[in-house]
Each structure stands twice: as C-alpha cells, then as structure tokens.
C-alpha cells in the first residue's frame, strides 16, 4: 500500500508529498493512482481527500521530469484525473497551500474542493508558451465563468482562495484545523451527489466577448502566441461539447509544445534554474550569515541596491563622504518606497519598519560589525583604492567586501587588500531596487563560501544570480559594446535612431538601444567609451555617439539625447537636429547613405551579441551558454520568447549564423575583423551543433 494513503475512519485520505512542492512527478502518479484504487475497493471508505504535504498542495508537473520520458509515463496526469473524476466516491480536493498548473487540473476533476484562505490558485503553463493540458481550459471556465478563466489562463498570475470563494471552484474556505474540517466536509459530502465540473454548463458568452478578450489579450502579449491560443481552447469551452472541447486542447498544447516560443521559453525557465548552481562550489557549501549590511556611496546604485536589503528585512549602514551627498541619497530611497505606496505596493507600516532599518553615516568605523559591504562609488580606481583600503582596515574579520563595478578589474580591487579571498564583484543594474539581474563576479582570489554566501542572498533579496569571471564589462556589458558598435555603424551607413529603435523593438527588445541612452544617460556609456579608446587606441569606433555627448545631449536628462523631450514628458520625439548631425559626420566621413532593411539591422545586433558571447563561453567568463542568455533575459531587456541570444543563434542554427556573418564581413563598410567568428562558434557551426 502506498504510504501517501491513509483512514480516518470512513473517509481516505491521499497525501501529495514529493518535496518541494509536490510536483506530479512519475512516482507520485502512481501512488496516487494506487490510493484511488484502494479507496474504490474498501467498502468501509464513503469518501476520499486529495491533500498535500507541507506548505503546497501541488506545484504541476515535476520540472525535474520535463523533457524526459518519465512525464510521459503511465500513469499520466490525464489519466488520473479521468480516474479521480469517473469513481464513484466522491473525492475533496483539500487545497491547503499553492497549488499550480496540473494540482490545480487535478484539484478541478475532483467532485469538491476545500481550501484554506490564503492558499494560491494559477494555472501558468502561458508563461511557458503553452496552454494547461489535463482539462484545465475546459473546467475552469465552468468553475469561475468565462472572464476570471481568461484572465487567469492568459496571465498565468495566481489567485487566493478566499477571492475564488463563492464561485464552483472553491466550495468552502476552510478555518481552524484544516485537516479536520477537511474531513468532516468529506464525511457530509458522502451522502450529497458527485458534481463533476464536466456536467456543468459555460454560461453562454455575450457577442462580442472572444473579440474583445482577443483585442486585449494580444495588447497585452505584444506578439506571443500561447495567450491567444488559450483564448481559442477557453472558446472551445464555451462552445462545443466537453470531450470535444478537451479534444481540442489537446490539438492546440501539441501544436504549441513543438513551437519555438514555448521552447525559448522553457529554456529561459531552465537556464534561470542552472544560473544559481556553481559546479565547484556544491550546495552544501557552508555559508556565512549576513545578518548587517553597509553600502558605501549613495548615489543612483548604492540607494537602489540598500532599499533591496531593506525591503527584506536586512538592517543596512549606509556610508557617504560628505553630509549633503548623505542626506540626498537618504531622501531618494523615502521617496522611492514613497513612490511604491502611492501604487498600492507598500504599506505605510512597511515603508517605516524599512526605514527603520537604515542607519546613515559619515563615518566608516561604523562599518565594523557589517557582514557584507557593498561599494558603490564613481567608477575610478583610484576612488576604489581609497575605499578598499578603508574597508580593509575596519571590517571584521570574515565580512565579505564587494563592489558594484561595471567595469573594473575585480582582482586589482581585491588586491588592496590583505584578503582578496573576500573579495567579490556584486554588479547591480539600474535601477538597482527594481531590475531583476545581478552578476556575481567571482575574482580569482574570492573564497567558495564567498561565493555560496553571495548566491543565497542574491535569491533572498529576489534577484536573478549569474556567475561572471573577471573581464571588463563582465558579461553583459562586454556584449553590450559590440551591439552598441553595430547600432553606432547603421547611422552611418544610413540609418536613423528611431529605425533602428523600431526594429529591434518589433524583435521583441524591451526598448531599442538608443532609448536605453537616453534614459540611462549616454554621459555613462560616453565615459567607459573614452577609458577604452584609451586603453585600445587600434579599435574602430563610430564617433557619432561622441558628437552627441560633446553638445551636451546626455538623454531624458539634459531634455535631449537621440531623441527631443518635451518638460516633464518621457516619450521620445525623433529629432531633425539629430539627423543633421549624423548627415554632418556621414559627409565629413565620405560616407553614401543607403536604405537598410529591418532584418539586417537586427540580425547585426543580436549576431554581434552573439559572437562575443561565444567568446565569453570560450574563455570560461560564463559557466554555460545559458547563463549568458538569463544575463541577457533578466538585464538587457532581450525577448524572452526568443530564449537569450546564444539560444536564439541556436534556433537560427550556427551554420547560418557564420553564413550571415561572412556576408556583413563583405560590406565595405562592414569591419571585416569584428565579423571573425569566434572560434567556439567556427567550430560548432562546422560540427553542426549547438551552444547549448
Ligand atoms: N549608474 C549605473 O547605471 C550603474 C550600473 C551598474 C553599476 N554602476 C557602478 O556603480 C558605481 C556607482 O555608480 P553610480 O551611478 O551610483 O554613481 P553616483 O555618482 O550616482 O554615486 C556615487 C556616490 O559615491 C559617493 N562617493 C564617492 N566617493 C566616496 C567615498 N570615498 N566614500 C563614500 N562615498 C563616496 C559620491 O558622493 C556619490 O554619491 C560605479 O562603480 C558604477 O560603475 C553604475
């Protein structure tokens, strides 16, 4: 007998515990399917209750499974919940926390479901370009009516329990000892007729109402098609009978399983996963507690990166040099969490307790008992150096001393002090208390429990963890050079910002690369690029950015950039005078302009990330190709239903890659040696292979 199974009296109950979450794993099918059977065959069993172990009903489908036999193997999801659905005693789905994607399919087949009031309900297989497959687009609809089904099958976004009250999908919210009352609904439920959701009518839909749900739906998707084909199954619901309805949910999940937006979105799913293991530092590494924290600098990434600690309950020293710099930056977080009240994002009583926890300083003998000390001052070595060698002298022994760099050598840095072992590269994103990536550069002196430490609280403060080497830009910043240099070369050879903006936007970019400029100020990008012609005087630059910088057009800040601001507007206006300058340097070059078609433009900018990424791989700065894609997925803004750029190279197949690359290689104006395949690339593109 199966150890989920057991009596409490009259009614049995099934237990789902496959830790963490009760994915519906291979083994967990079958012993479910073994405890329905032995419920139908002991007589003295009226009723039975689907619970689960721990804090979550059922997370779906065990990802651990994904794309390997074991998903498909008998018994399968669909063929339990026929088998839950057609018993003849009733079965409660008892619903005593999250319960996602196939928990909830299952929970559905049942004849009644229980839940506690804060439990969570979501069907999200959308946000894996797929549509729920056991049933869940057909008895949904039944249980919560056609517009909550829509938007929680298009969203994928949980919903709890005590909102779903009242509707067929939640019979009870359940209070006390839940289990108890679990079964004692059960025990009331023995003698009431099985309801199934398969017999319940869809409430007839107005008119208008799959127009206008597909109207929404695709403005809300911006090109992505699984929302939209949950809509067509939810359509199925409301107008074809149930079996023919589940018939055809199935045609559109097989459809959609083989599309590369679902690959590219489960890849993006499973490269995040792979990003936060090291293969040289196992999961039992010991890690250091980080109880305190300091960040030093309050400019633009040491306010956003302390509100991170903040907001999760960490107690965060902040440290300036001079009283003014202090209480700007100070004021600039309260406003910040002021800003998230105001949208409903924050309690008054949270803004005061994170408040609460910050602790500004001038004085850094007030970093002594920090566990971890984040630097975030201008971008000189020579500032760093000041501060690495203060840090050095007052820390505690074992507090970790990072810095939020973006382009300096993290080794020189360690090296001014006398515990490089400590030393570790936490590069924020900007706006650092909202963007999702942190690359965690690991130098070669930084320690492994360091390097354990530094991932644990990247996840604890919700970031997206990926581990770099040292090199300048790290990962994604050495990629962004060369999609920039690209950009920079198609207004020279003919281009206008806004066309280039505009076809990487219709590619699926969050925003075009010269309105990530102007918003993050071309001033920064202006100051790296100055430092590398320095250091690299033989590499080909464009210099239009530069003209732009030298007239003062900063971005959104100066109220001009490559594109016009109107006061108080953030909406880009394409600018004449912007042409003209661009004209100006295209003649004084000698340069004939030429009309250069959308696909080119995108294909040089993601093939230029691409290559470099390559080179990245080959040199080991990324432990996999996949990490480079969730650097670009969770920082740059990069589609996610393309999968990153070393995954879409994948789609396009390398072979092709190096053939398009030859060809940009024959432009005139092409830079003929930034177009040099890497060799990593040569030789999987010849092998005909793929990164990943
Ligand atoms: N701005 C970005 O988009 C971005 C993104 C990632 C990383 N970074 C990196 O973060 C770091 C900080 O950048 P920023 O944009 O926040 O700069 P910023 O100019 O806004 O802030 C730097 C702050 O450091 C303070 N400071 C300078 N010297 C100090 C010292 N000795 N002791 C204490 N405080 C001192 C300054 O008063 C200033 O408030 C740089 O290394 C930068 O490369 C910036």
Partial sequence: MSQIYARHGDIA?????????????????????????????????????????????????????????KALAEPTLRGLIDMVEQGSKPVIAAINGTCFGGGLELSLACHYRVARADAQLALPEVKLGLIPGAGGTQ???????LARAVDMITTGNPVKASELAGTELIDAVLTGDFMASAVSFARNAASAPLRRLRDMPVEPPAADFFANARAAVSKASRGLTAPLRCIDAIEAAATLPFDDGIRREREIFVELIESSESKALRHAFFAERAAAKIPDVPGETPARAIAKVAVV??????????????????????????????????????????????????????????????????????????????????????????????????????????????????????GFTKRPADVVGLHFFSPANVMKLLEVVRGKATSKDVMATVMQLAKKIGKTAVVSGVCDGFIGNRMLERYQRQCFYLLEEGAAPQ??????????????????????????????????????????????????????????????????????????????????????????????????????????????????????????????????????????????????????????????????MGEFAKNPHGDPAFWEPAPLLARLAREGKTFS
């Fill in 499 to 660: 066309q280039v903006d505009r076809a990487l936007e219709k590619f699926g970019m969050a925003m075009g690369l010269f309105r990530v400029g102007d918003l993050a100020g071309n001033d920064i990008s202006w100051a790296v690029r100055k430092r590398r012609y320095a250091e690299n005087p033989d590499v080909p630059y464009s210099k239009i950015a530069d003209r732009l910088c030298e007239l003062g057009r900063f971005g959104q800040k100066t109220g001009m950039g490559w594109y016009r601001y109107e006061p108080g507007k953030r909406d880009p206006i394409p600018d004449a005078e912007v042409g003209k300058i661009i004209a100006d340097y295209r003649g004084e070059m000698g340069l004939e302009p030429r009309a250069i078609p959308d696909e080119e433009i995108v294909d040089r900018c993601v093939l230029a990330l691409a290559n470099e990424g390559a080179r990245i791989l080959e040199e080991g700065i990324a432990l996999r190709a996949s990490d480079i894609d969730t650097v670009y997925l969770a920082g740059y803004g990069f589609p996610r239903s393309r999968g990153g750029p070393m995954f879409h190279a994948d789609t396009v197949g390398l072979a092709n890659v190096v053939k398009r």
């Fill in 13 to 69: 109950v099934i237990t789902l515990d496959n830790p963490p979450v009760n994915g519906m794993g291979q083994q967990l099918r079958t012993s479910i399917a073994e405890g329905l059977r032995a419920a139908q065959a002991e007589a003295g069993v009226r009723a039975v209750v689907i619970t689960g172990a721990g804090n979550a009903f059922s997370g779906g489908a065990d990802i651990r499974e994904f794309n390997t036999p």
């Fill in 297 to 414: 600098g309050a400019g633009t990434m040491g306010g956003g990166i302390t509100m991170n600690f903040l907001s999760a309950g960490i107690p965060v020293t902040l440290l300036e040099a001079k009283q003014d710099a202090l209480d700007r930056g100070v004021a600039a977080i309260r406003r910040n969490y002021d800003a998230s009240m105001k949208r409903g994002k924050l309690t008054p009583g949270k803004l005061e307790r994170a408040m609460g926890l910050l602790n500004p300083t001038l004085s850094f003998d007030d970093l002594r008992d920090a566990d971890l000390v984040i630097e975030a001052v201008f971008e000189e070595m020579g500032v760093k150096e000041g501060v690495f060698r203060q840090l050095d002298a007052v820390a505690k022994p074992g507090a970790i001393l990072a810095t939020n760099t973006s382009t300096l050598d993290v080794d020189r840095i360690a």
């Fill in 139 to 145: 008895r949904l609809p039944r249980a919560v009516g």
